[in-house]
């Protein structure tokens, strides 16, 4: 990503799916919220999903989130940008995370963002992933390569499990690349989020732009 396509996101992105080993939430029960009330559709499975770490918030650094000196998860000062989320029908994930409902009015855009030079030279393309609140404002923009077989379950479901926070396990620790921060790193750091209730997310309507 260049310096100007990093200063046009809000927040450090990534597609995977639900069965990912960063994530673990195969088992994790699907409810959707419909005018006759709650419907549980299975397990999450193969759900494509969608991770907005927060590149700003309190208590973020350059390599993530460092909790106030000896605090418990009750002492946890609130972060501003989930508190605004809930107030827009957002849920918290908690630590025991069994259920993903659906946000009514939420929505995610996936927008073609193609790089000529990139494309030309590596052979792949990107897409930015907007999430909008109900009243179409964007909650965080971000910019992923552009995965075909994420994009077409995306577009069979409807629905994809956007998860936002300051701790999903897409930053890596200092000094440590990407191929050394391992999928058992990631999810150690998503549930570490869902432990300080800093994280929030639910199934989202998608919309395709491509």
Partial sequence: ???????????????????????????????????????????????PAALFEFRRALGVGHFGYVPPKGASPDGIPEEPQIEGAVLFGMRRLPPDLCDLYSIPGWELHEIPDEQPKLERHFGYTYSRLELRTPDGEIYSRTWVPHDPEWTAAARHDGYVACLCGVELGIRAPYAMTDGQHTPRMRHASFRRGCAWVLSIGGLVAYADHR
């Fill in 1 to 47: 990503m260049s310096r100007h396509q990093f200063d046009q996101i809000d927040d450090l992105g990534k597609t995977l799916f639900c069965d990912d080993p960063a994530l673990r939430l195969e088992h994790v029960l699907m409810n959707l919220e419909t005018a006759g009330g709650t419907v549980t559709l299975g397990h999450a499975g193969h759900m």
